[in-house]
């Protein structure tokens, strides 16, 4: 359901492709746009924990992407809060940020983090 029982997924890789850090969180009972703005954040989080100047994020929310880039206004007031903590680290803390959509056939490692965080709630 939306809403219902949601994660939040993400995988940090290098230029060569290589996996440096993958999560996934539960996060309770969110719209399927929250969990997506969370993944999102956590991720850049990481990425400047880590260090990261550049970070190129592919997503397969065209909504995210969309809102992030500027073509689409953030609309639902739920969302605010977030998308803007979001612009403001991205301000601060990279050089440059690019948002690009993929489709979900494509995003299989970040999906596979959101099921596993699923699961494990689920087990509890």
Do not use: C
């Amino acid at each position: 359901g939306n809403p219902g029982p949601s994660a939040s997924g993400y995988v940090l890789m290098g230029m060569d492709d290589a996996v440096i850090l993958r999560n996934g969180v539960y996060l309770g009972i969110t719209t399927n746009n929250q969990a997506e703005y969370q993944s999102l954040k956590l991720g850049l989080e990481q990425a400047r924990k880590l260090g990261a100047r550049e970070v190129h994020v592919y997503m397969d929310s065209l909504l995210v992407v969309n809102q992030m880039k500027g073509i689409f206004k953030v609309k639902n007031r739920d969302l605010w809060p977030i998308y803007e903590a979001i612009k403001e680290m991205v301000a601060a803390s990279f050089k440059k940020v690019t948002f690009t959509h993929v489709p979900r056939e494509l995003n299989k490692l970040a999906d596979a983090e959101v099921n596993k965080a699923l699961d494990a709630e689920a087990e509890k």
